[in-house]
């Protein structure tokens, strides 16, 4: 884990720049630039508020709220993974002139992507207080430590996720399929109170799950977030961090050499 944030702190001026590369390269790819940041989740949420609120029926309290904030977390932990996905494959002739650590730009993926939901997150922040009325209080002190702890788990799994890429060419459609899936078992769009007692254990195991869970405690209901699933989400993005991180000290050596072949 030292090992890690030493890296960080050794290429940091790297991971800034990138992602300011990165995020302005995107803008202007579009007509729209900047916009498509609020947009697109915007507009998947009046989608989704269409499907299941009026077709379906299955509106609760605030549901435009409860809704915009579900899909903002879990666009900010899918998008942010699935852009890591590949990227050592991408990047490998610059890998093989300079020595830096495979998992390098997994992070600047990681890096671009939250700076973009965290500026969503601010927008929905607003409009949650002007439009349903923001509770005030110390609970909104943990606002901060929320996102330090989704940051974590999203980094865990990228960096994971970007070596098994490189072996795996078809890990990237794989998961693209588990995360449409995963958005129907992360209660974005029904009450969390419809899971069985006995099936809630299984439920708060999707870190997608428990991140919005504790968001929504937090910004819709103005409580403090359970403790318990802040100890599970931190142990998880810390297990997953340290596990990448022996994965890639194993294959640091040999894996440009995989991806020749």
């Given at each position: 884990?030292?090992?890690?944030?030493?890296?960080?702190?050794?290429?940091?001026?790297?991971?800034?720049?990138?992602?300011?590369?990165?995020?302005?390269?995107?803008?202007?790819?579009?007509?729209?630039?900047?916009?498509?940041?609020?947009?697109?989740?915007?507009?998947?949420?009046?989608?989704?508020?269409?499907?299941?609120?009026?077709?379906?029926?299955?509106?609760?309290?605030?549901?435009?709220?409860?809704?915009?904030?579900?899909?903002?977390?879990?666009?900010?932990?899918?998008?942010?993974?699935?852009?890591?996905?590949?990227?050592?494959?991408?990047?490998?002739?610059?890998?093989?002139?300079?020595p830096l650590p495979k998992y390098l730009?997994?992070?600047?993926?990681?890096?671009?992507?939250?700076?973009?939901?965290?500026?969503?997150?601010?927008?929905?922040?607003?409009?949650?207080?002007?439009?349903?009325?923001?509770?005030?209080?110390?609970?909104?002190?943990?606002?901060?430590?929320?996102?330090?702890?989704q940051l974590l788990v999203i980094i865990?799994?990228?960096?994971?996720?970007?070596?098994?890429?490189?072996?795996?060419?078809?890990?990237?459609?794989?998961?693209?399929?588990?995360?449409?899936?995963?958005?129907?078992?992360?209660?974005?769009?029904?009450?969390?109170?419809?899971?069985?007692?006995?099936?809630?254990?299984?439920?708060?195991?999707?870190?997608?799950?428990?991140?919005?869970?504790?968001?929504?405690?937090?910004?819709?209901?103005?409580?403090?977030?359970?403790?318990?699933?802040?100890?599970?989400?931190?142990?998880?993005?810390f297990i997953c961090i340290q596990l990448?991180?022996?994965?890639?000290?194993?294959?640091?050596?040999?894996?440009?050499?995989?991806?020749?072949?």
């Amino acid at each position: 884990m030292i090992e890690f944030f030493k890296s960080l702190h050794k290429y940091r001026g790297i991971i800034f720049f990138r992602t300011v590369a990165s995020l302005r390269a995107d803008t202007r790819a579009m007509y729209l630039g900047y916009l498509w940041w609020l947009l697109e989740p915007v507009l998947n949420t009046a989608l989704y508020y269409f499907i299941f609120g009026v077709l379906m029926g299955s509106k609760t309290q605030d549901f435009i709220t409860y809704l915009l904030l579900g899909t903002v977390i879990y666009q900010w932990f899918q998008s942010s993974i699935t852009s890591t996905m590949g990227t050592i494959i991408a990047r490998a002739p610059l890998y093989r002139q300079i020595p830096l650590p495979k998992y390098l730009f997994a992070i600047i993926g990681v890096s671009s992507a939250s700076w973009k939901s965290a500026c969503v997150f601010a927008v929905i922040l607003g409009y949650i207080a002007i439009s349903s009325g923001l509770k005030l209080g110390t609970h909104l002190l943990w606002l901060p430590i929320l996102f330090l702890v989704q940051l974590l788990v999203i980094i865990g799994f990228s960096i994971i996720l970007s070596i098994a890429s490189a072996y795996l060419k078809d890990l990237q459609t794989f998961m693209a399929v588990l995360f449409r899936g995963g958005m129907f078992l992360s209660a974005i769009f029904w009450d969390v109170a419809r899971v069985p007692e006995h099936l809630k254990s299984l439920f708060y195991s999707n870190p997608a799950a428990s991140l919005i869970q504790v968001f929504r405690s937090v910004v819709l209901h103005g409580e403090h977030p359970s403790l318990l699933l802040l100890m599970y989400l931190l142990s998880l993005g810390f297990i997953c961090i340290q596990l990448g991180m022996f994965w890639h000290r194993r294959i640091d050596g040999h894996i440009l050499k995989h991806i020749q072949t």
